[in-house]
């Protein structure tokens, strides 16, 4: 079992990397511990819940305005109900912002409105770190996940998204990106305005709207963006067009945080096109897979793996 004091840290925004890290792993070791974290969660909102009450029925004159504090109290009481882990209590001192930190369960993806008015959706199985203000001369905020970002336009504060693959600098724009660390995928859509990629404060290359950069053998590829199915995850669908039964489980294996393993001397080479609603969950889309696909699978739950043969 986890210290308590280091979950507790993590809710308030103030636990470290290494914290953070280590919370990280603990879910990685055993699926049931994020009912643990479900758990502590709710026990923690509970008593901030009750704070806020108190505060408010001895000082009622006194309001604290959040810069989004309309649009924070409904998305609060949302995630709450779903099960979503947000670190919602935001502070900010005249030095630097405390970074809250997002992690979206498997299987389901949320929509966030910054600060700034910037309009984002996080998917599956996506860690994201934010300021409660912007009060620097740059927008930062950290990705390891997918997200897909509508930000709001500032020429003089440029918004950094930063990941562990590169960085996508904008002024205000509409792109996806997908940086899952654990996968090592890389890859920036941009639909509107345009985008500089950097990696190690080292320009990588820019993009006009319409096109993509993906990362392939460490290597940065430029190339137009000829179906825009992928991106609707942000709907709550999974689409795939043409894709292979191997990249489809990698896919699956990303979005709903189970491991995919192949009892087969050789996977079908037979190439998939359709999509399925995300919240319909693994087995619905292995299912519908084995209509085109010809395969069979069994789940063991116990060790969270799903094994096709």
Not at 86 to 99: D, P
Not at 153 to 159: A, G, Q, R, V, Y
Not at 254 to 275: A, E, R
């Amino acid at each position: 079992m986890i210290d308590k004091t280091v979950l507790y840290k993590f809710f308030e925004g103030s636990a470290s990397r290494e914290e953070e890290m280590l919370i990280q792993a603990w879910l990685d070791d055993d699926t049931r511990n994020i009912e643990i974290l479900h758990h502590e969660r709710f026990l923690y909102d509970s008593i901030l819940l009750n704070r806020v009450e108190e505060k408010t029925l001895l000082r009622p004159q006194k309001r604290q305005l959040l810069p989004w504090a309309i649009t924070a109290a409904a998305m609060l009481a949302l995630l709450i109900v779903c099960g979503f882990y947000v670190n919602s209590i935001l502070h900010h001192n005249q030095l630097s912002a405390q970074y809250n930190t997002i992690i979206v369960p498997p299987g389901q993806r949320i929509n966030l409105v910054l600060a700034d008015s910037t309009n984002l959706w996080l998917n599956a199985n996506t860690t994201f770190r934010y300021p409660s203000g912007f009060s620097g001369k740059e927008r930062v905020v950290y990705l390891d996940g997918e997200g897909y970002f509508d930000v709001s336009k500032d020429t003089k504060k440029p918004f950094i998204v930063k990941t562990s693959a590169g960085d996508i600098k904008v002024t205000g724009t509409a792109f996806n990106v997908e940086a899952y660390s654990k996968f090592g995928s890389f890859e920036t859509a941009l639909f509107e305005g345009s985008v500089d990629i950097y990696r190690e404060n080292q320009k990588l290359t820019s993009l006009r709207a319409k096109e993509k950069s993906t990362l392939y053998d460490n290597k940065l590829y430029v190339s137009p963006i000829i179906n825009t199915d992928k991106y609707l995850w942000k709907d709550g669908f999974i689409a795939f067009e043409k894709k292979k039964l191997e990249d489809i489980l990698i896919s699956l294996e990303k979005y709903f945080d189970i491991k995919i393993q192949v009892n087969m001397c050789k996977l079908p080479q037979h190439s998939y096109t359709g999509k399925f609603r995300q919240s319909d969950g693994v087995d619905y889309a292995l299912r519908v897979l084995q209509k085109s696909i010809h395969f069979n699978y069994y789940r063991d739950d116990e060790k969270n793996i799903i094994y096709i043969q």
